[in-house]
């Protein structure tokens, strides 16, 4: 549950809200993840700069747990982290939640963001709040790894991550009709060998990386919801023609629906390797296709997430997976359930 307040001075309003509206905590070993953005609307005819983004945790009972900020204090002021620091007048700015992690033990109930902003010298100043009530999900399908063997998360969802700094604010992307961001929880993953290397050879070629055609199967039991699989791997790709249709992102992809609201998408597949249809029933570890390298694809890899609809309407949902190894230089730790997010290198049967 998401409460907004307004900061109103002489008839102008500064809005704070949170995209998307509901706000899940992702649960790890050892970490509980927040992976929301923040949207600041300046309605002035002014520009403002943000100054501070400060964030106290409150548990169930209403006891404070925690507080943190990021300001304009310091000779090199800790909200400079944020990327964005300026709203510029009459305009909307998102901001990525610059509190996105937690010890696993903090009561994260409720979470109320702090941020004030000003114009030139100071003057004029604003402040507004956001209330947070995040919830926790879990997975709903029972989900394994979608290949077999060895593989590194080239690129999870973390603070850093590519899939996590989608701003769909952005003119362009708008004209284009992106309105949220479906990447959210995605993973990027490469297939590897021992030595945790990717390819071998000259990486342009897709046969240097021993992943390109190694068999993607089903994480979870579903229905084939969509099947693409004609367009080439030859790793080329002109964001234009997303104005016809934004899944040529993927370039070609399978999308199972799980039937619990969750639905499974597998990017960048191979070209002509598509092993189900439409409308097709399948089990987990069923045989689906297999790693290419078609539309927005730098290399050989799969792109895989966990969300909420088909297309690129959706959001992305948190996603753990059951039964894999986690591979940590000498040790191998067997998990019967966990997540994964970017660096980690894990193994799979």
């Not at 994260?108 to 926790?136: M, N």
């Not at 190694?214 to 579903?222: K, M, S």
């Not at 050989?300 to 966990?306: A, C, F, M, Q, T």
Request: glycine letters at 8%.
């Amino acid at each position: 549950m998401i409460f907004l307040m307004l900061a109103v001075l002489q008839g102008a309003v500064v809005e704070l809200t949170a995209r998307p509206e509901a706000v899940l905590i992702e649960e790890s070993a050892n970490a509980r993840s927040l992976n929301f953005d923040l949207l600041i609307r300046n309605t002035t005819d002014v520009a403002l700069d943000i100054d501070e983004i400060k964030v106290s945790v409150y548990d169930r009972t209403g006891a404070l747990v925690l507080r943190r900020f990021v300001d304009s204090n310091g000779t090199r002021p800790s909200v400079r982290t944020i990327d964005v620091t300026e709203v510029p007048a009459a305009s909307t700015v998102l901001v990525f939640n610059p509190f996105h992690r937690f010890d696993r033990d903090v009561d994260l109930a409720r979470l109320v963001f702090d941020v004030k902003l000003s114009g030139k010298k100071g003057i004029p100043a604003y402040s507004t709040q956001l209330i947070v009530e995040p919830r926790s999900y879990v997975t709903r399908t029972a989900l394994v790894l979608p290949f077999r063997g060895r593989m590194i998360v080239y690129d999870g969802h973390d603070f850093l991550s590519h899939h996590r700094r989608w701003d769909y604010t952005i003119p362009g992307l708008q004209q284009l009709g992106f309105r949220t961001n479906f990447m959210r929880y995605s993973y990027d993953l490469v297939p590897v060998d021992e030595r945790g290397e990717m390819s071998s050879g000259d990486p342009a070629r897709n046969e240097s990386w021993p992943g390109f055609g190694r068999e993607l199967r089903a994480v979870g039991d579903g229905r084939i919801a969509a099947v693409v699989d004609e367009r080439p791997d030859d790793r080329k790709f002109d964001p234009g023609t997303l104005a016809g249709d934004r899944m040529k992102v993927w370039g070609n992809y399978v999308v199972i629906d799980h039937g619990n609201g969750e639905w499974s998408l597998y990017g960048h597949i191979r070209r002509g390797s598509a092993r189900v249809k439409v409308g097709q029933r399948v089990k987990q570890g069923d045989p689906i296709a297999a790693i290419g390298a078609s539309g927005s694809s730098m290399f050989p890899h799969l792109h895989y997430e966990l969300q909420t609809g088909i297309d690129t309407e959706s959001e992305g949902l948190p996603s753990s997976f059951r039964d894999f190894v986690r591979i940590l230089g000498s040790r191998r730790v067997t998990l019967p359930s966990g997540t994964i997010d970017s660096g980690d290198i894990v193994e799979s049967r």
